[in-house]
Protein backbone atom coordinates (compact mmCIF):
# COMPACT_ATOMS: atom_id res chain seq x y z
CA UNK A 1 0.00 0.00 0.00
CA UNK A 2 1.69 3.37 -1.17
CA UNK A 3 1.03 6.22 1.56
CA UNK A 4 2.78 9.02 2.41
CA UNK A 5 6.56 8.88 2.22
CA UNK A 6 7.50 8.59 6.31
CA UNK A 7 10.19 10.87 6.78
CA UNK A 8 12.12 10.12 10.55
CA UNK A 9 13.65 13.14 11.03
CA UNK A 10 10.05 14.94 10.59
CA UNK A 11 8.71 13.04 13.41
CA UNK A 12 8.70 13.73 16.81
CA UNK A 13 10.27 11.67 19.32
CA UNK A 14 7.31 9.84 20.91
CA UNK A 15 5.96 9.17 17.27
CA UNK A 16 9.67 8.06 15.95
CA UNK A 17 9.97 5.39 18.85
CA UNK A 18 6.22 3.99 17.77
CA UNK A 19 7.74 4.30 14.15
CA UNK A 20 10.88 2.13 15.23
CA UNK A 21 8.48 -0.34 16.91
CA UNK A 22 7.23 -1.14 13.43
CA UNK A 23 10.72 -0.93 11.73
CA UNK A 24 11.85 -3.74 14.38
CA UNK A 25 9.02 -5.75 13.75
CA UNK A 26 9.43 -5.68 9.88
CA UNK A 27 13.27 -6.10 9.93
CA UNK A 28 13.99 -2.62 8.55
CA UNK A 29 17.57 -2.44 9.85
CA UNK A 30 18.72 0.86 7.50
CA UNK A 31 15.24 2.59 9.55
CA UNK A 32 17.00 1.35 13.16
CA UNK A 33 20.11 2.75 12.21
CA UNK A 34 19.38 6.05 11.15
CA UNK A 35 16.40 6.75 14.22
CA UNK A 36 18.93 5.58 16.71
CA UNK A 37 21.60 8.16 15.25
CA UNK A 38 18.31 10.59 15.18
CA UNK A 39 17.33 10.33 18.76
CA UNK A 40 21.15 10.07 20.42
CA UNK A 41 21.34 13.61 18.46
CA UNK A 42 18.30 15.25 19.84
CA UNK A 43 19.46 14.53 23.02
CA UNK A 44 18.50 11.09 24.31
CA UNK A 45 20.84 8.66 26.59
CA UNK A 46 22.32 5.85 25.00
CA UNK A 47 20.17 3.46 27.51
CA UNK A 48 16.83 5.50 27.40
CA UNK A 49 17.20 4.47 23.41
CA UNK A 50 17.94 0.75 23.81
CA UNK A 51 15.26 0.14 26.96
CA UNK A 52 12.34 2.69 25.13
CA UNK A 53 12.75 2.25 21.41
CA UNK A 54 15.21 -0.97 20.98
CA UNK A 55 14.28 -3.17 23.85
CA UNK A 56 10.33 -2.56 23.96
CA UNK A 57 10.00 -3.28 20.40
CA UNK A 58 11.95 -6.32 20.61
CA UNK A 59 9.45 -7.50 23.18
CA UNK A 60 6.70 -6.66 20.81
CA UNK A 61 8.20 -8.92 18.13
CA UNK A 62 9.02 -11.58 21.34
CA UNK A 63 5.82 -11.82 22.34
CA UNK A 64 4.09 -12.34 18.83
CA UNK A 65 7.01 -15.07 18.31
CA UNK A 66 5.56 -16.61 21.51
CA UNK A 67 1.99 -16.17 20.73
CA UNK A 68 2.84 -17.99 16.78
CA UNK A 69 2.13 -15.10 14.37
CA UNK A 70 5.52 -14.30 13.96
CA UNK A 71 8.21 -17.13 12.94
CA UNK A 72 11.79 -17.93 13.17
CA UNK A 73 12.40 -15.78 9.55
CA UNK A 74 10.82 -12.87 10.87
CA UNK A 75 12.59 -12.50 13.96
CA UNK A 76 15.74 -13.34 13.06
CA UNK A 77 15.10 -10.12 10.43
CA UNK A 78 14.21 -8.26 13.43
CA UNK A 79 17.43 -9.34 15.22
CA UNK A 80 19.43 -8.59 12.56
CA UNK A 81 17.55 -4.11 12.45
CA UNK A 82 18.33 -4.83 16.32
CA UNK A 83 21.91 -5.22 15.97
CA UNK A 84 22.24 -2.45 13.88
CA UNK A 85 21.58 0.00 16.43
CA UNK A 86 22.95 -1.92 19.00
CA UNK A 87 26.64 -1.14 16.73
CA UNK A 88 25.79 2.16 17.46
CA UNK A 89 24.28 1.79 20.90
CA UNK A 90 27.17 -0.29 22.45
CA UNK A 91 30.63 1.82 22.93
CA UNK A 92 28.06 4.63 24.01
CA UNK A 93 26.48 2.59 26.83
CA UNK A 94 30.30 1.18 27.89
CA UNK A 95 31.19 5.42 27.47
CA UNK A 96 28.42 6.47 30.02
CA UNK A 97 28.48 3.80 32.27
CA UNK A 98 24.03 2.75 31.71
CA UNK A 99 23.31 0.32 34.08
CA UNK A 100 24.40 -3.10 33.96
CA UNK A 101 21.59 -5.93 34.31
CA UNK A 102 24.09 -8.19 34.68
CA UNK A 103 26.77 -11.00 32.20
CA UNK A 104 25.70 -13.79 30.79
CA UNK A 105 27.87 -16.72 29.16
CA UNK A 106 25.83 -18.72 26.72
CA UNK A 107 26.49 -21.48 24.33
CA UNK A 108 24.92 -24.38 22.33
CA UNK A 109 26.32 -28.03 23.64
CA UNK A 110 28.13 -30.48 22.14
CA UNK A 111 27.25 -32.18 18.93
CA UNK A 112 24.67 -29.78 18.31
CA UNK A 113 25.13 -27.76 15.87
CA UNK A 114 21.75 -25.65 15.79
CA UNK A 115 22.00 -21.73 17.42
CA UNK A 116 18.71 -19.74 16.14
CA UNK A 117 17.68 -20.02 19.55
CA UNK A 118 20.68 -19.55 21.51
CA UNK A 119 21.49 -16.59 18.56
CA UNK A 120 17.58 -14.72 19.66
CA UNK A 121 18.34 -15.24 23.11
CA UNK A 122 22.22 -13.91 23.16
CA UNK A 123 20.55 -10.83 20.83
CA UNK A 124 17.14 -10.07 23.61
CA UNK A 125 19.42 -10.45 26.23
CA UNK A 126 22.17 -7.78 25.37
CA UNK A 127 19.47 -5.55 24.02
CA UNK A 128 17.75 -5.75 27.80
CA UNK A 129 21.14 -4.68 28.86
CA UNK A 130 22.79 -8.12 29.91
CA UNK A 131 26.59 -8.23 28.42
CA UNK A 132 26.96 -11.24 26.72
CA UNK A 133 29.68 -13.82 25.58
CA UNK A 134 28.44 -16.15 23.30
CA UNK A 135 30.49 -19.58 22.83
CA UNK A 136 28.64 -20.13 19.79
CA UNK A 137 27.63 -24.23 19.05
CA UNK A 138 29.48 -27.53 19.84
CA UNK A 139 30.66 -26.63 23.19
CA UNK A 140 32.35 -29.55 25.29
CA UNK A 141 32.05 -28.69 28.81
CA UNK A 142 36.23 -27.31 29.41
CA UNK A 143 35.05 -25.17 27.17
CA UNK A 144 32.09 -23.57 29.40
CA UNK A 145 34.36 -24.47 32.61
CA UNK A 146 37.11 -22.03 31.13
CA UNK A 147 34.50 -19.40 30.19
CA UNK A 148 33.15 -19.32 33.60
CA UNK A 149 36.70 -18.95 35.28
CA UNK A 150 37.12 -16.32 32.51
CA UNK A 151 34.55 -14.24 32.23
CA UNK A 152 32.68 -15.04 36.18
CA UNK A 153 29.23 -14.17 34.69
CA UNK A 154 26.06 -14.20 36.93
CA UNK A 155 24.41 -16.65 34.49
CA UNK A 156 24.96 -20.06 31.94
CA UNK A 157 22.68 -20.47 29.38
CA UNK A 158 23.00 -23.38 27.14
CA UNK A 159 21.00 -24.59 24.27
CA UNK A 160 20.43 -28.26 22.92
CA UNK A 161 17.99 -28.87 20.31
CA UNK A 162 18.10 -32.65 19.37
CA UNK A 163 17.40 -35.75 21.63
CA UNK A 164 20.92 -36.83 21.14
CA UNK A 165 22.31 -33.62 22.98
CA UNK A 166 19.83 -32.26 25.10
CA UNK A 167 21.79 -34.73 28.25
CA UNK A 168 24.84 -33.18 27.55
CA UNK A 169 23.51 -30.18 29.26
CA UNK A 170 23.06 -32.45 32.51
CA UNK A 171 26.59 -32.93 31.89
CA UNK A 172 27.73 -29.92 32.11
CA UNK A 173 26.06 -29.00 35.09
CA UNK A 174 27.19 -32.70 36.71
CA UNK A 175 30.64 -31.49 36.37
CA UNK A 176 30.06 -27.73 37.72
CA UNK A 177 28.58 -29.94 41.08
CA UNK A 178 31.67 -31.85 41.39
CA UNK A 179 33.67 -29.05 41.32
CA UNK A 180 31.52 -27.18 43.68
CA UNK A 181 30.94 -23.92 41.80
CA UNK A 182 27.40 -25.09 40.64
CA UNK A 183 25.50 -22.30 42.77
CA UNK A 184 27.77 -19.99 42.12
CA UNK A 185 26.02 -19.26 38.57
CA UNK A 186 22.15 -19.29 37.74
CA UNK A 187 21.90 -22.21 35.23
CA UNK A 188 18.97 -21.48 32.41
CA UNK A 189 18.86 -24.20 29.54
CA UNK A 190 16.67 -23.80 26.39
CA UNK A 191 16.02 -25.57 23.02
CA UNK A 192 12.51 -26.73 21.38
CA UNK A 193 12.31 -30.68 22.95
CA UNK A 194 13.00 -29.42 26.27
CA UNK A 195 10.24 -28.36 29.32
CA UNK A 196 10.18 -27.14 32.88
CA UNK A 197 10.10 -31.01 34.14
CA UNK A 198 13.82 -31.65 32.61
CA UNK A 199 15.03 -28.71 33.47
CA UNK A 200 14.22 -29.16 37.18
CA UNK A 201 15.54 -32.79 36.57
CA UNK A 202 18.79 -31.92 35.27
CA UNK A 203 19.27 -29.31 37.51
CA UNK A 204 19.28 -26.33 36.00
CA UNK A 205 17.16 -23.55 37.52
CA UNK A 206 14.85 -22.46 34.97
CA UNK A 207 14.00 -24.05 31.62
CA UNK A 208 13.10 -21.20 29.29
CA UNK A 209 10.85 -21.35 26.43
CA UNK A 210 11.84 -18.93 24.12
CA UNK A 211 14.10 -15.47 23.97
CA UNK A 212 11.19 -13.55 25.65
CA UNK A 213 10.82 -15.61 28.39
CA UNK A 214 15.23 -15.71 29.16
CA UNK A 215 15.14 -12.32 29.69
CA UNK A 216 12.09 -12.24 32.19
CA UNK A 217 13.70 -15.40 33.79
CA UNK A 218 17.16 -13.89 33.81
CA UNK A 219 16.33 -10.57 34.93
CA UNK A 220 14.26 -12.13 38.13
CA UNK A 221 17.34 -14.48 39.16
CA UNK A 222 20.01 -11.56 38.92
CA UNK A 223 17.37 -9.64 40.82
CA UNK A 224 16.79 -12.20 43.52
CA UNK A 225 20.28 -12.71 44.02
CA UNK A 226 21.24 -9.58 44.34
CA UNK A 227 18.95 -9.19 46.84
CA UNK A 228 21.26 -12.26 48.73
CA UNK A 229 24.42 -10.50 48.83
CA UNK A 230 23.48 -7.59 49.96
CA UNK A 231 25.06 -5.65 52.92
CA UNK A 232 22.83 -6.94 55.83
CA UNK A 233 21.83 -3.22 57.84
CA UNK B 1 17.68 -47.20 -11.93
CA UNK B 2 13.63 -46.33 -11.70
CA UNK B 3 12.27 -47.44 -14.58
CA UNK B 4 8.79 -48.00 -15.31
CA UNK B 5 8.97 -51.72 -15.60
CA UNK B 6 10.50 -52.37 -12.34
CA UNK B 7 9.03 -50.11 -9.66
CA UNK B 8 10.91 -48.98 -6.41
CA UNK B 9 10.51 -51.34 -3.10
CA UNK B 10 8.73 -48.73 -1.38
CA UNK B 11 5.83 -48.55 -4.14
CA UNK B 12 5.75 -51.88 -4.89
CA UNK B 13 4.83 -52.94 -1.02
CA UNK B 14 2.78 -49.61 -0.93
CA UNK B 15 1.07 -51.08 -3.80
CA UNK B 16 0.04 -54.68 -1.74
CA UNK B 17 -1.26 -52.98 1.95
CA UNK B 18 -2.91 -50.43 3.34
CA UNK B 19 -0.42 -49.43 5.83
CA UNK B 20 3.17 -49.86 6.15
CA UNK B 21 4.36 -49.48 9.54
CA UNK B 22 8.00 -47.63 9.80
CA UNK B 23 10.34 -47.50 12.36
CA UNK B 24 11.36 -45.77 15.49
CA UNK B 25 14.08 -44.02 17.22
CA UNK B 26 17.33 -43.67 16.41
CA UNK B 27 18.99 -41.05 18.74
CA UNK B 28 17.77 -42.76 21.74
CA UNK B 29 18.26 -46.11 20.82
CA UNK B 30 21.87 -45.77 20.73
CA UNK B 31 22.01 -43.98 23.94
CA UNK B 32 20.83 -47.03 25.52
CA UNK B 33 23.82 -48.79 24.12
CA UNK B 34 26.04 -46.76 25.68
CA UNK B 35 26.83 -43.51 22.58
CA UNK B 36 27.80 -40.46 24.65
CA UNK B 37 26.10 -37.41 24.54
CA UNK B 38 27.02 -34.90 21.96
CA UNK B 39 28.69 -38.19 20.37
CA UNK B 40 28.06 -38.22 16.64
CA UNK B 41 25.83 -41.75 16.25
CA UNK B 42 26.95 -41.96 12.40
CA UNK B 43 30.63 -42.55 13.43
CA UNK B 44 28.98 -45.60 15.31
CA UNK B 45 28.65 -47.11 11.89
CA UNK B 46 32.28 -47.67 11.21
CA UNK B 47 33.59 -47.90 14.82
CA UNK B 48 30.43 -50.37 16.56
CA UNK B 49 28.82 -51.89 13.48
CA UNK B 50 27.46 -54.62 15.39
CA UNK B 51 25.64 -52.31 17.46
CA UNK B 52 24.04 -50.54 14.17
CA UNK B 53 23.11 -54.04 13.18
CA UNK B 54 21.59 -54.29 16.71
CA UNK B 55 19.82 -51.22 16.33
CA UNK B 56 18.63 -52.10 12.64
CA UNK B 57 17.37 -55.94 13.77
CA UNK B 58 15.17 -54.23 16.81
CA UNK B 59 12.51 -52.40 14.29
CA UNK B 60 13.03 -55.54 11.93
CA UNK B 61 12.30 -58.35 14.71
CA UNK B 62 9.14 -55.90 16.23
CA UNK B 63 7.32 -56.20 12.74
CA UNK B 64 8.38 -52.99 10.76
CA UNK B 65 8.05 -52.99 7.21
CA UNK B 66 10.37 -50.09 6.97
CA UNK B 67 13.40 -48.83 8.79
CA UNK B 68 15.91 -45.96 8.47
CA UNK B 69 19.51 -45.99 7.83
CA UNK B 70 21.94 -44.45 10.96
CA UNK B 71 22.79 -41.78 8.82
CA UNK B 72 20.89 -38.48 10.08
CA UNK B 73 23.02 -36.09 11.12
CA UNK B 74 25.50 -37.28 7.37
CA UNK B 75 25.55 -34.59 5.48
CA UNK B 76 29.30 -32.87 5.25
CA UNK B 77 27.69 -29.87 7.84
CA UNK B 78 26.92 -32.04 10.55
CA UNK B 79 29.87 -34.26 10.64
CA UNK B 80 31.96 -31.24 10.48
CA UNK B 81 30.84 -30.88 14.03
CA UNK B 82 32.80 -34.01 14.42
CA UNK B 83 35.64 -33.26 12.13
CA UNK B 84 34.72 -35.84 9.86
CA UNK B 85 33.29 -33.81 7.00
CA UNK B 86 35.84 -35.72 4.62
CA UNK B 87 33.83 -39.17 5.49
CA UNK B 88 30.62 -38.72 4.39
CA UNK B 89 30.86 -41.33 1.70
CA UNK B 90 32.49 -43.78 4.55
CA UNK B 91 30.12 -43.16 7.19
CA UNK B 92 26.61 -42.82 4.77
CA UNK B 93 27.63 -46.07 2.59
CA UNK B 94 28.15 -47.98 5.80
CA UNK B 95 24.93 -46.99 7.12
CA UNK B 96 23.13 -48.52 3.59
CA UNK B 97 25.27 -51.43 3.98
CA UNK B 98 24.82 -52.73 7.56
CA UNK B 99 21.17 -51.92 6.68
CA UNK B 100 20.66 -53.81 3.61
CA UNK B 101 22.39 -57.01 5.39
CA UNK B 102 19.78 -57.02 7.87
CA UNK B 103 17.11 -56.39 5.20
CA UNK B 104 17.98 -58.95 2.95
CA UNK B 105 18.15 -61.59 5.47
CA UNK B 106 14.99 -60.66 7.37
CA UNK B 107 13.03 -63.47 5.93
CA UNK B 108 10.22 -61.13 4.10
CA UNK B 109 9.79 -58.19 2.58
CA UNK B 110 11.63 -54.88 4.39
CA UNK B 111 12.05 -51.66 2.73
CA UNK B 112 15.63 -49.79 3.62
CA UNK B 113 15.35 -45.79 3.30
CA UNK B 114 18.61 -44.41 3.66
CA UNK B 115 17.84 -41.48 6.58
CA UNK B 116 18.97 -37.64 6.07
CA UNK B 117 18.14 -35.13 8.02
CA UNK B 118 18.84 -31.28 8.13
CA UNK B 119 22.15 -29.62 7.54
CA UNK B 120 20.87 -28.08 10.50
CA UNK B 121 22.03 -24.57 8.72
CA UNK B 122 19.66 -21.39 7.83
CA UNK B 123 18.63 -20.81 4.43
CA UNK B 124 20.15 -17.63 2.36
CA UNK B 125 18.98 -14.71 2.78
CA UNK B 126 18.51 -14.85 6.50
CA UNK B 127 21.32 -17.48 6.67
CA UNK B 128 23.90 -18.32 4.57
CA UNK B 129 23.21 -21.85 2.99
CA UNK B 130 22.36 -21.28 -0.66
CA UNK B 131 19.81 -23.81 -2.31
CA UNK B 132 22.73 -24.93 -4.42
CA UNK B 133 25.15 -25.77 -1.17
CA UNK B 134 22.61 -27.41 0.60
CA UNK B 135 21.67 -29.42 -2.93
CA UNK B 136 25.42 -30.27 -2.93
CA UNK B 137 25.57 -31.95 0.69
CA UNK B 138 22.43 -34.00 -0.02
CA UNK B 139 23.75 -35.40 -3.26
CA UNK B 140 27.09 -36.60 -1.85
CA UNK B 141 25.08 -38.25 1.12
CA UNK B 142 22.55 -39.46 -1.52
CA UNK B 143 25.03 -41.17 -3.83
CA UNK B 144 26.79 -43.06 -0.96
CA UNK B 145 23.44 -44.01 0.66
CA UNK B 146 22.67 -45.53 -3.17
CA UNK B 147 26.15 -46.77 -3.44
CA UNK B 148 25.44 -48.89 0.28
CA UNK B 149 22.04 -50.29 -1.20
CA UNK B 150 19.45 -48.49 0.10
CA UNK B 151 15.68 -48.80 -1.63
CA UNK B 152 14.93 -45.73 -1.10
CA UNK B 153 16.23 -42.02 0.73
CA UNK B 154 14.54 -40.56 3.47
CA UNK B 155 14.43 -37.20 4.04
CA UNK B 156 13.40 -36.18 7.63
CA UNK B 157 12.89 -33.14 10.34
CA UNK B 158 13.50 -30.58 7.86
CA UNK B 159 11.96 -27.09 8.55
CA UNK B 160 12.36 -24.75 5.86
CA UNK B 161 11.03 -25.73 2.37
CA UNK B 162 13.85 -24.49 0.47
CA UNK B 163 15.91 -27.24 2.09
CA UNK B 164 13.23 -30.25 1.28
CA UNK B 165 13.18 -28.66 -2.43
CA UNK B 166 17.41 -28.90 -2.02
CA UNK B 167 17.13 -32.45 -0.95
CA UNK B 168 14.46 -33.35 -4.20
CA UNK B 169 16.65 -31.90 -6.62
CA UNK B 170 19.68 -33.86 -4.63
CA UNK B 171 17.86 -36.97 -4.77
CA UNK B 172 16.69 -36.29 -8.72
CA UNK B 173 20.56 -36.17 -9.11
CA UNK B 174 21.16 -39.46 -7.83
CA UNK B 175 18.82 -40.91 -9.41
CA UNK B 176 16.69 -42.07 -6.62
CA UNK B 177 12.95 -42.33 -5.43
CA UNK B 178 12.60 -40.18 -1.79
CA UNK B 179 10.63 -39.87 0.84
CA UNK B 180 10.43 -36.44 2.47
CA UNK B 181 8.63 -35.01 6.51
CA UNK B 182 9.01 -31.99 7.81
CA UNK B 183 9.21 -31.14 11.67
CA UNK B 184 6.00 -29.24 12.55
CA UNK B 185 6.80 -28.13 16.30
CA UNK B 186 6.08 -24.23 16.86
CA UNK B 187 2.36 -23.48 16.93
CA UNK B 188 1.05 -26.18 14.91
CA UNK B 189 3.93 -24.78 11.76
CA UNK B 190 7.23 -25.63 11.32
CA UNK B 191 9.99 -23.38 12.75
CA UNK B 192 10.16 -21.45 9.91
CA UNK B 193 6.56 -21.08 9.25
CA UNK B 194 5.60 -23.30 6.88
CA UNK B 195 1.70 -24.84 7.30
CA UNK B 196 0.39 -28.17 6.47
CA UNK B 197 -1.28 -26.67 3.26
CA UNK B 198 2.22 -25.08 2.78
CA UNK B 199 3.38 -28.49 2.64
CA UNK B 200 1.34 -30.33 -0.01
CA UNK B 201 1.49 -27.42 -2.06
CA UNK B 202 5.13 -27.40 -2.23
CA UNK B 203 5.26 -31.90 -2.41
CA UNK B 204 2.91 -30.63 -5.85
CA UNK B 205 5.55 -28.85 -7.99
CA UNK B 206 8.78 -30.39 -7.08
CA UNK B 207 9.92 -31.52 -10.73
CA UNK B 208 11.00 -34.68 -8.37
CA UNK B 209 8.31 -35.22 -6.19
CA UNK B 210 8.87 -37.90 -3.35
CA UNK B 211 6.76 -41.26 -3.47
CA UNK B 212 5.37 -39.66 0.30
CA UNK B 213 5.22 -36.98 2.11
CA UNK B 214 4.28 -36.27 5.80
CA UNK B 215 5.32 -35.05 8.88
CA UNK B 216 8.04 -36.69 11.91
CA UNK B 217 9.13 -35.89 15.35
CA UNK B 218 7.62 -32.14 16.62
CA UNK B 219 5.90 -32.33 19.95
CA UNK B 220 4.51 -35.96 21.03
CA UNK B 221 1.96 -37.87 19.29
CA UNK B 222 -1.53 -35.46 19.42
CA UNK B 223 -0.12 -32.75 17.78
CA UNK B 224 1.43 -35.03 14.55
CA UNK B 225 -1.84 -36.43 14.06
CA UNK B 226 -3.20 -33.20 14.01
CA UNK B 227 -0.61 -32.18 11.07
CA UNK B 228 -1.76 -35.40 9.40
CA UNK B 229 -5.49 -33.89 9.86
CA UNK B 230 -4.19 -30.77 7.91
CA UNK B 231 -2.67 -32.94 5.32
CA UNK B 232 -5.32 -34.92 4.44
CA UNK B 233 -7.87 -31.48 4.36
CA UNK B 234 -5.89 -30.71 1.31
CA UNK B 235 -6.79 -34.02 -0.55
CA UNK B 236 -3.21 -35.35 -1.16
CA UNK B 237 -2.49 -37.19 -4.45
CA UNK B 238 0.54 -38.91 -2.23
CA UNK B 239 0.76 -41.27 0.50
CA UNK B 240 0.92 -39.35 3.69
CA UNK B 241 3.64 -40.30 6.56
CA UNK B 242 2.85 -40.04 9.56
CA UNK B 243 6.23 -40.80 12.61
CA UNK B 244 5.46 -39.17 15.77
CA UNK B 245 7.34 -39.17 18.93
CA UNK B 246 6.53 -41.44 22.07
CA UNK B 247 4.92 -38.41 23.99
CA UNK B 248 7.43 -36.00 25.39
CA UNK B 249 11.22 -36.36 26.80
CA UNK B 250 11.67 -36.98 30.71
CA UNK B 251 15.04 -37.23 32.48
CA UNK B 252 14.72 -40.29 34.30
CA UNK B 253 17.62 -42.05 36.41
CA UNK B 254 20.21 -40.39 34.23
CA UNK B 255 18.37 -41.21 31.03
CA UNK B 256 16.27 -39.16 28.80
CA UNK B 257 12.83 -41.32 28.59
CA UNK B 258 9.65 -40.26 26.54
CA UNK B 259 6.45 -40.87 28.49
CA UNK B 260 4.61 -42.01 26.14
CA UNK B 261 3.56 -45.78 26.79
CA UNK B 262 3.42 -48.45 24.36
CA UNK B 263 -0.52 -48.57 24.79
CA UNK B 264 -0.48 -44.67 23.79
CA UNK B 265 1.53 -45.46 20.47
CA UNK B 266 -0.45 -48.40 19.41
CA UNK B 267 -3.80 -45.66 19.88
CA UNK B 268 -1.79 -43.02 17.88
CA UNK B 269 -1.02 -45.77 15.22
CA UNK B 270 -4.71 -46.64 14.87
CA UNK B 271 -5.65 -42.69 14.47
CA UNK B 272 -2.76 -41.92 12.33
CA UNK B 273 -4.27 -44.37 9.47
CA UNK B 274 -7.72 -43.34 10.40
CA UNK B 275 -6.72 -39.18 9.95
CA UNK B 276 -5.84 -40.93 6.45
CA UNK B 277 -1.95 -41.50 6.90
CA UNK B 278 -0.27 -44.98 4.85
CA UNK B 279 3.12 -44.72 6.25
CA UNK B 280 3.31 -45.47 10.21
CA UNK B 281 5.80 -45.08 12.53
CA UNK B 282 7.00 -43.37 15.96
CA UNK B 283 10.12 -40.95 16.29
CA UNK B 284 11.96 -40.50 19.11
CA UNK B 285 11.35 -42.50 22.56
CA UNK B 286 9.62 -45.08 20.26
CA UNK B 287 11.05 -48.32 21.17
CA UNK B 288 10.57 -51.80 19.46
CA UNK B 289 8.18 -52.31 22.33
CA UNK B 290 6.09 -49.57 20.70
CA UNK B 291 6.56 -50.63 17.33
CA UNK B 292 4.78 -54.02 18.30
CA UNK B 293 1.93 -52.33 19.92
CA UNK B 294 1.77 -50.61 16.80
CA UNK B 295 1.74 -53.13 15.03
CA UNK B 296 -0.85 -55.82 16.33
CA UNK B 297 -3.16 -52.55 16.96
CA UNK B 298 -3.02 -51.91 12.88
CA UNK B 299 -3.69 -55.53 12.02
CA UNK B 300 -6.19 -56.16 15.28
CA UNK B 301 -8.26 -52.52 14.83
CA UNK B 302 -10.78 -52.21 11.61
CA UNK B 303 -10.02 -48.74 9.76
CA UNK B 304 -12.64 -45.97 11.74
CA UNK B 305 -13.54 -42.67 11.03
CA UNK B 306 -11.22 -39.85 10.08
CA UNK B 307 -10.80 -38.94 14.31
CA UNK B 308 -11.74 -35.61 15.33
CA UNK B 309 -9.26 -33.35 17.13
CA UNK B 310 -11.60 -33.78 20.12
CA UNK B 311 -11.31 -37.62 19.50
CA UNK B 312 -7.35 -36.99 19.51
CA UNK B 313 -6.72 -35.40 22.81
CA UNK B 314 -9.22 -37.84 23.99
CA UNK B 315 -7.24 -40.85 23.54
CA UNK B 316 -3.17 -39.26 23.19
CA UNK B 317 -3.27 -35.95 25.30
CA UNK B 318 -3.80 -31.94 24.27
CA UNK B 319 -2.26 -30.13 21.71
CA UNK B 320 0.36 -27.68 22.69
CA UNK B 321 -0.68 -24.56 20.63
CA UNK B 322 -4.42 -23.51 20.32
CA UNK B 323 -4.38 -24.17 16.60
CA UNK B 324 -2.60 -25.77 13.67
CA UNK B 325 -1.80 -22.94 12.39
CA UNK B 326 -3.49 -23.08 8.93
CA UNK B 327 -6.78 -21.08 9.86
CA UNK B 328 -6.64 -17.59 10.35
CA UNK B 329 -4.21 -15.93 12.80
CA UNK B 330 -5.24 -16.45 16.56
CA UNK B 331 -4.37 -12.64 16.74
CA UNK B 332 -5.12 -10.02 14.92
CA UNK B 333 -2.40 -8.62 12.78
CA UNK B 334 -0.39 -6.12 14.15
CA UNK B 335 -1.73 -2.61 13.61
CA UNK B 336 0.71 -0.49 11.44
CA UNK B 337 1.01 2.74 12.16
CA UNK B 338 1.55 3.55 8.70
CA UNK B 339 2.69 0.95 6.00
CA UNK B 340 5.79 1.78 4.68
CA UNK B 341 5.71 1.88 0.66
Redesign the interface.
Known sequence: MAEDEIILSELPDDELVLQMHDDLYDGLRPEIEEAVTLLLDRGWSPYRVLTEALVSGMTIVGNDFRDGILFVPEVLLAANAMKGGMAILKPLLVETGAPRMGKMVIGTVKGDIHDIGKNLVAMMMEGAGFEVVDLGINNAVEKYLDALARERPDILGMSALLTTTMPYMKVVIDTMKAEGIRDDYIVLVGGAPLNEDFGRAIGADAYCRDAAVAVETARAFVARKHNQIAPSP | MITAATPDALSALLATRDWLLADG?T??T??NMG?G?????ELWNVDHPGRIRTLYAGPVAAGSDIFLTNSFGGTA??LK??DAQRRVAEVNRAAAEIARDVADTAGRRVVVAGSMGPT???MAP??TLTPALATEMFHQQADALRDGGVDVLWVETI?APEEYAAAAEAARLAGMPWCGTMSF?????????TTTADMVKLVARLAHPPLAFGANCGVGASDLLRTVLGFAAQGPERPVIAKGNAG?????D???HYDGTPALMAAYAVLARDAGARIIGGC??TTPEHLRAMRAALEDTPPGPRPTLEGITAALGGFS?L?D?TGP???P??D??????
Do not use: N
Open positions: AGTLFLSGDAPARLHGEIMGSDTAGRTMMGIPKFVGHICGSAGATAPRRRRRRT
